[in-house]
C-alpha cells in the first residue's frame, strides 16, 4: 500500500483557515486520496476524496498537487468541533480487500477558542 | 438514514472469557470492515467481508477471534478466551464500494470498547 506522511499535530483558531498537509510521494496513477477524521471518543468519519482535481463539499475543500506526490485538506473556517486527528490515507485500489483503509497516526488538531 | 450500528458499546470481561460484538452495516453496503484500535492509536485492519464472504484475514486475527456475516447482513466478531492484550476499541465500517468511481468511502460505527480485567 502507498504510504503518507501527516505533521504529528497542528494547531488553530477557531474561525481561522486551517490546512493540513500529507505527503504521498509514491502514489501511483490509480490510487484516490481520501480523508478522515475521528473526534474524541467517536469512530473515524469520512471527509473527502479525490483522484486529481480539487474537489469541494460541505465540510472541507482537498487541493491536491499536479504531480499528485502530496495534498492538502483545508478547513475553510475552524470550529471547536473540527478538533480531532486527521488521517490522510490511499485506500486499496485493487486485491481482495477493495477499499482497505491503512491508517498511520494521523494529524492531532487543536483548536483554540 | 441510519447508520452503521455496534453493540454492546462497552463490554468489560474478565481474562479467559469469550466475548462476541455485533455489527449492523448500512442496508444495502456490500463490504463490511473490521479493525481494532489501541488507545492512542490509529485503527488496524482486521477483516474484510464482502456480502457474506470473508475475503481477507489481518495476521493480527489470531486463532482466538472469528468473524461471520451470515447472509451478508450483520457480522460478529467473536473473541475466545480472552487476554488483556485485546483491550481495545473495536470499530466496524461498511461501504458500498463501487470501484469504478473511488467511490469506497467507509462509514464506521461508534465502536465497542472492550476492556479486558
Known amino acids: 500500500d502507498a504510504k503518507t506522511t501527516q505533521p504529528n499535530s497542528m494547531e488553530s483558531n477557531e474561525e481561522e483557515p486551517v490546512h493540513l498537509p500529507c505527503n504521498h510521494s509514491?502514489?501511483?496513477?490509480?490510487?484516490?486520496i481520501h480523508w478522515y477524521r475521528q473526534l474524541p471518543s467517536q469512530g473515524p468519519e469520512y471527509v473527502i476524496h479525490?483522484?486529481?482535481s480539487n474537489v469541494n463539499n460541505r465540510m472541507a475543500s482537498l487541493a491536491i498537487a499536479e504531480d499528485r506526490k502530496s495534498s492538502t485538506l483545508i478547513l475553510h473556517r475552524a470550529t471547536l468541533r473540527d478538533a480531532a486527528v486527521y488521517y490522510c490515507i490511499l485506500p486499496l485500489a485493487g486485491g481482495t480487500s477493495y477499499g482497505k483503509l491503512t491508517f498511520g497516526q494521523g494529524t492531532i488538531l487543536t483548536v483554540h477558542p | 438514514g441510519a447508520g452503521v450500528s455496534q453493540s454492546p458499546r462497552y463490554k468489560v470481561a474478565k481474562r479467559g472469557q469469550d466475548v462476541a460484538l455485533r455489527c449492523d452495516p448500512i442496508?444495502?453496503?456490500?463490504?463490511l470492515f473490521w479493525y481494532q484500535q489501541a488507545l492512542g492509536q490509529g485503527p488496524e485492519f482486521l477483516t474484510y467481508?464482502?456480502?457474506?464472504?470473508?475475503?481477507?484475514k489481518s495476521r493480527l486475527l489470531s486463532d482466538r477471534f472469528s468473524a461471520e456475516r451470515p447472509k451478508g447482513s450483520f457480522s460478529t466478531l467473536e473473541i475466545q478466551r480472552t487476554e488483556q492484550g485485546d483491550s481495545a476499541m473495536y470499530l466496524c465500517?461498511?461501504?458500498?464500494?463501487?470501484?469504478?468511481?473511488?467511490?469506497?468511502?467507509?462509514?464506521f460505527g461508534p465502536g465497542t470498547r472492550l476492556t479486558v480485567t
Open positions: 479525490g483522484l486529481t
Open positions: 465500517a461498511s461501504s458500498l464500494a463501487d470501484p469504478g468511481q473511488g467511490t469506497y468511502e467507509q462509514y
Open positions: 467481508f464482502q456480502n457474506e464472504a470473508q475475503l481477507e
Open positions: 509514491t502514489i501511483s496513477g490509480t490510487d484516490y
Open positions: 442496508s444495502g453496503h456490500v463490504s
